[in-house]
């Protein structure tokens, strides 16, 4: 009989256990867009670190009691360091100081530039799902950005977001891509304006929009330029919106409330 032999024989190997799942990233981010898309894509316990513009109120993309359960810092290497994170995720502007000390450290950077479509914002909201170890849930949640921005069957109506000082975003921006999906007209390129271009008052009185988005009326009430005599004179034929400065401040998640600010003003013209 070869059964007892065979038993014995297969008793004396050693065993092997299963190895265990690769530990998810320790992340740092050092930019505010990011931290927004880590407070849905990665484990609490897996950031170590945010931006310091997460904390500030007049910056913030996330509820400042969820950002305040992080440790911040201003994006020096030092800081960062300290962590001791695995990976540090960053957007286009960060010191070369900064890159070339944590590259010295041998801590992985991923960098990642100012998405200008929706598109694009979904495709980082799926590779920063990714990097962190968990895609399926940056695919939920590009999906909710996408419904949220979903194109309105609605004429068009003239528009444009303006900042203090007479800043506007612009052609080819994040901003007026959401214009555009909201029911608007942007008028930006009306006026011969590119990205992030200043508007003289000049222009504006000459060919006013529909609807005036003032970052500033939301923020402060009201700026020397919405105040001013010649603006308040369009008062007939120009409505002014509050829209605040921190949906402009980055894509992600941030889109989901700018589309919802965006289309209850659009609702006020009918389809």
């Known amino acids: 009989m070869l059964i007892r032999p065979l038993a014995i024989a297969l008793a004396a190997l050693p065993l092997v256990s299963a190895a ?88 992985r950077i991923v960098q990642y530039p100012v998405p200008d479509t929706v598109a694009e914002s979904e495709e980082q909201v799926r590779d920063i799902a990714r990097v962190v170890g968990h895609p399926q849930r940056g695919t939920a949640l590009a999906a909710r950005i996408a419904a949220a921005a979903r194109p309105a069957a609605v004429t068009p109506v003239p528009a444009l977001i303006w900042q203090s000082g007479g800043l506007v975003p612009g052609s080819g921006t994040l901003s007026a891509d959401l214009l555009r999906r909201a029911g608007f007209r942007d008028m930006s390129a009306t006026y011969g304006l590119k990205k992030w271009d200043v508007l003289p008052l000049e222009y504006l009185v000459a060919r006013p929009p529909r609807v005036l988005l003032s970052t500033a009326a939301a923020d402060v009430g009201e700026d020397r330029m919405t105040s001013h005599p010649a603006v308040r004179r369009l008062a007939g034929r120009i409505t002014v919106a509050p829209y605040p400065t921190r949906l402009m401040n980055c894509g992600g998640p941030t889109i989901i409330a700018a589309m919802a600010r965006l289309r209850q003003v659009r609702g006020g013209f009918g389809a």
Do not use: W
């Open 20 to 107: 265990p799942p690769p530990r998810p990233p320790r992340i740092v981010s050092i930019n505010p867009c990011i931290d927004a898309v880590l407070m849905h894509v990665a484990d609490p316990a897996q950031i170590a670190g945010i931006s310091h513009y997460s904390q500030d109120p007049r910056a913030t993309s996330i509820p400042l009691a969820q950002a305040r359960r992080f440790a911040a810092t201003s994006g020096t290497a030092e800081e960062v360091v300290a962590l001791a994170p695995d990976m540090v995720l960053t957007g286009p502007h960060v010191a070369p100081a900064t890159i070339a000390a944590l590259t010295r450290m041998k801590i």
